[in-house]
């Protein structure tokens, strides 16, 4: 999880804390089409896309090509991340 915290003596400074799994990135002109042999990988099964509204085209775009492993999309104007200390949740498409 990343954390933004401002610097207290220099107000506008941005200090990074980082704390994180070991993690695989994907980057580079079609690496969208691995999306689907990537899920199928880490063995997930019901995924849900989250986009905003100005990205819901290509959360559609990501919902067909997941297949029957994409179980919706959600599309909001924005999101708010939680907070350390919060449990965040979401339940979708039973």
């Not at 804390?17 to 880490?42: D, I």
Request: net charge positive; charged share 25%.
């Amino acid at each position: 999880m990343a954390r933004f915290l401002p610097d207290r003596k220099r107000p506008s400074s941005w200090n990074l804390s980082l704390q994180s799994l070991p993690c695989r990135v994907l980057f580079g002109f079609g690496t969208l089409a691995e999306l689907p042999g990537e899920a199928r990988t880490l063995g997930l099964v019901r995924l849900l896309v989250l986009s905003t509204l100005a990205q819901a085209d290509e959360a559609r775009r990501v919902l067909s090509l997941l297949g029957e492993r994409g179980v919706g999309a959600l599309h909001r104007r924005t999101y708010a991340y939680a907070r350390r200390g919060h449990r965040a949740s979401a339940r979708c498409c039973s």
